[in-house]
């Protein structure tokens, strides 16, 4: 038997469906408390209406004796039902072996252990995002696991970098090679085995020698790698902005591939993520025209909450959250005679959109370039919402750090950009880059590596 905390079908709604033969049980506490957080626009809140969506559904008209036994879950996928729901009463606690029940979470671990001692022949288990209510109910001889259906990896080091790095010369590792000419541009195409049986679509391929390459084509036996000029890349100029090593290099040729509709950047603080997102952007639509807008959002936990009542626009209340945009346009004009002016211009000229979280739900963002900040501290579910959003024409930015993350029910395996990387890997419109070392500063890289 499963009991499911509140958080763990605010993280998924559908979670309740993958138990496959199991019995799911949900705590009457946890109905209660979702009921207290349905209302309103945040993002939260419209998880739990889905969540409470799906157990009506999977209930149906079953009578109260069937919901106790519990209903059989019919999935869409399967024809046979697997597994049962079914709903728990909070029981009334005789013996003085109880947690005080002050706190719903004492409720939901009472309820278990009496539901152990009616149960006994059975695994009566509580799954949770909250690591302190895991710890409470192991304390009291229950036992408790977090919920990993979402969870792609199992050590974030298994996450596709972006890149392949060979120590000396590339070709010292390949045997046999077919080089051809097509499109003005020179590919390789080389058996999949070895090292490169790890490559995917858009990755690339590098090593000491100065060669570059990025993969354009993966079938079961054949990879395709196309020749790229790395000290062409290294020296292209984007909006004032030369990449600083090979990493922002690469980034820069995925964010400026109109092919590319999903960029994934991640890295340590200062490893230049925003500032090369930012000055691709306005690239794109100041000079190319390829795109009509910029909308730049970013999660935190203050942007779960409502925006506000104060006075101002949107645009206005999202400014604090989104400093890092301003100041990143800022380093890109500092040798501007006139640095306040020339910001001032570009905010002016570019069509740049701060957009709050709560508000895109149901948007549709056509010929645009969608900026996510922040995006370590995104659930699997919030990341398909927001991407979801990309109509015809339109590109997808995610940077985070994953090292970063201020969500109290995500960790680095949960959370919504190591689910993205791992999910997207085999997209032919998509690419990651992990860059590497901190260039912002000599400070801010001790700081990385000593604190």
């Known amino acids: 038997m499963y009991v499911l905390d509140t958080n763990v079908l605010i993280h998924d709604p559908s979670a309740l469906l993958n138990f496959e033969e199991h019995q799911v049980i949900i705590p009457m506490t946890v109905l209660e408390e979702l009921d207290g957080l349905k209302s309103g626009k945040q993002s939260v809140a419209a998880d739990c209406r889905q969540a409470i969506r799906t157990i009506d559904k999977l209930l149906g008209d079953a009578s109260p004796n069937d919901i106790e036994k519990g209903v059989p879950i019919v999935r869409s996928t399967a024809k046979e039902p697997m597994g049962t729901l079914s709903i728990l009463m909070s029981a009334e606690q005789t013996g003085s072996h ?24 059975r695994d009566i288990i509580l799954v949770s995002k909250d690591i302190n209510m895991r710890l409470k109910a192991r ?98 100029e984007v909006w004032g902005l030369v990449p600083r090593d090979i990493y922002q290099a690469m980034a820069m040729n995925l964010l400026l591939d109109p092919d590319i509709h999903l960029v994934n950047l991640t ?27 910029i909308i730049a959002t970013r999660s935190t936990q203050g942007l779960d909450e409502d925006i506000g009542f104060l006075p101002g626009t949107e645009a206005e209340k999202m400014e604090p959250w989104l400093g890092a945009i301003v100041d990143n346009l800022e380093a890109l004009h500092e040798d501007d005679e006139n640095m306040t002016a020339s910001v001032d211009y570009i905010l002016s000229k570019v069509p740049l959109h701060f957009k709050s979280m709560n508000y895109i739900r149901g948007r549709s963002f056509q010929h645009s370039l969608i900026i996510i900040d922040e995006s370590q501290n995104l659930t699997p579910h919030q990341i398909k919402t927001i991407i979801t959003r990309a109509g015809n024409g339109s590109k997808v930015i995610c940077l985070g750090n994953l090292a970063q993350i201020d969500t109290p029910y995500l960790s680095a395996l949960s959370s919504g950009l190591t689910y993205m990387t791992e999910r997207f890997k085999s997209f032919i419109h998509g690419g990651h880059i992990h860059l590497q070392g901190v260039p912002r500063s000599p400070l801010a890289e001790f700081a990385e590596a000593n604190l």
């Open 98 to 121: 109880a947690l005080p029940e002050h706190l719903n979470d004492n409720k939901i671990i009472n309820s278990l252990a009496a539901l152990q001692e009616k149960y006994t022949s």
């Open 139 to 236: 304390g009291f001889g229950v036992e408790s696991q977090d919920y990993q259906s979402d969870q792609l990896v199992d050590d974030i080091d298994l996450l596709p970098k972006g890149y392949l790095e060979f120590p000396n010369s590339f070709w010292d590792t390949i045997d046999k090679v077919e080089t051809v000419q097509r499109e003005g541009a020179t590919e390789h195409i080389l058996k999949r085995e070895g090292e490169l049986a790890r490559l995917n679509i858009n990755e690339f391929v590098l090593d000491e020698q100065g060669f570059l390459g990025r993969v354009t084509s993966v079938t079961d036996d054949r990879v395709t790698i196309r020749d790229l000029h790395q000290h062409d890349l290294m020296n292209e």
């Open 267 to 293: 890295g340590s603080a200062g490893s230049g993520k925003t500032i090369l997102a930012l000055a691709a952007c306005i690239e794109m639509t100041v000079a190319s025209k390829l795109y009509k807008r």
